[in-house]
Each structure stands twice: as C-alpha cells, then as structure tokens.
C-alpha cells in the first residue's frame, strides 16, 4: 500500500507541474483546458484504484 501512495503523489505532482508550465503559455489556454480535463479524470480514477488496493491490503 505504501508502494502505491508514493507512486499515486508523484503522479500528481508531475501532472501539477505539467499544469503549471502549460498555464504560464497563455497560447496554449485550450490545451491546458482539455490537458487538466483528462488529468482530472485520470487522478479521480487513480483515487478509486488507491481506494480498492487499499481495501485490498488490509482483507489480504
């Protein structure tokens, strides 16, 4: 579990940073929208896969 908290925050972080250096272009502000839309989708989703090897760990 701890294995995969650790990949999960390094996830997020390298999808803020990418954020962050999309934004400050404001050329690229509909690439930004599209970019987060799906890293909003991807972290929602690397949530339920925490919550499920989570619950995992702890029945196994």
């Known amino acids: ?3 995969f908290r650790t990949l999960v ?3 997020v972080l390298q999808i ?3 954020n962050i250096r ?3 272009t404001h050329l ?3 690439i930004n ?3 987060s839309g799906i890293h909003f989708i991807i972290f929602v ?3 339920i896969i925490k919550f499920y ?3 995992l760990c702890k029945y196994v």
């Open 28 to 30: 690229f502000n509909w």
């Open 45 to 47: 989703f690397l949530i």
């Open 16 to 18: 803020v940073q990418m």
């Open 22 to 24: 999309v934004r400050n």
């Open 9 to 11: 925050s390094t996830a």
């Open 1 to 3: 579990c701890g294995m």
């Open 33 to 35: 929208e599209w970019v």
């Open 53 to 55: 090897i989570c619950l």
